[in-house]
């Protein structure tokens, strides 16, 4: 879709698509730091989300193409995404790390796309009341200080 005369036998409503999908993965490809706010849903993200990440996964912009190989392009600067995420029911890290599916497909995504920099926040124990959400927060607020000082640290020492 991304070949001009391709576009062009397109629908208006559909060049216009086409238009936003390259205005969105121009964005993408220019940012520096990138950050993903998503609940868990299904052991997932929310459609919108998928469907984003669909449109910008392009090859030549993001990723290259070939018979035997796909090749992330997204290198050629420092890049860093933080995926925040959070979820009702507070995990425990094996079950979390074996049922948080889409953090881990976030992440698969980003490293193909050639982003090596990535961390996540997760906010979990949201629950049902206003209380937990708060607790919850507060937790994950702590925890992207401590992350953050982390990050700090190894940059420092040219990590």
Not at 12 to 26: F, R, S, V
Request: hydrophobic letters at 45%; a negative charge; proline letters at 4%.
């Amino acid at each position: 879709m991304i070949k001009k005369d391709a576009i062009a036998n397109l629908s208006p409503k559909q060049q216009e698509e086409a238009h936003k999908i390259g205005e969105l993965t121009d964005q993408f490809v220019a940012a520096d730091m990138i950050v993903f706010a998503a609940p868990m849903w299904s052991l997932s993200f929310p459609a919108p989300l998928k469907e984003y990440l669909d449109c910008i996964v392009m090859d030549g912009k993001t990723i290259s193409l070939s018979k035997n190989k796909v090749d992330g392009l997204l290198d050629d600067k420092p890049r860093k995404v933080v995926y925040v995420q959070s979820s009702g029911a507070e995990l425990n890290p094996l079950t979390k790390m074996i049922l948080n599916r889409g953090v881990n497909y976030v992440k698969d995504l980003m490293h193909l796309m050639g982003i090596k920099k990535f961390d996540d926040i997760l906010v979990d124990g949201t629950g049902y009341t206003e209380l937990e959400k708060n607790i919850a927060v507060e937790k994950a607020i702590s925890k992207i200080d401590m992350k953050i000082e982390f990050m700090e640290k190894l940059e420092k020492i040219g990590v």
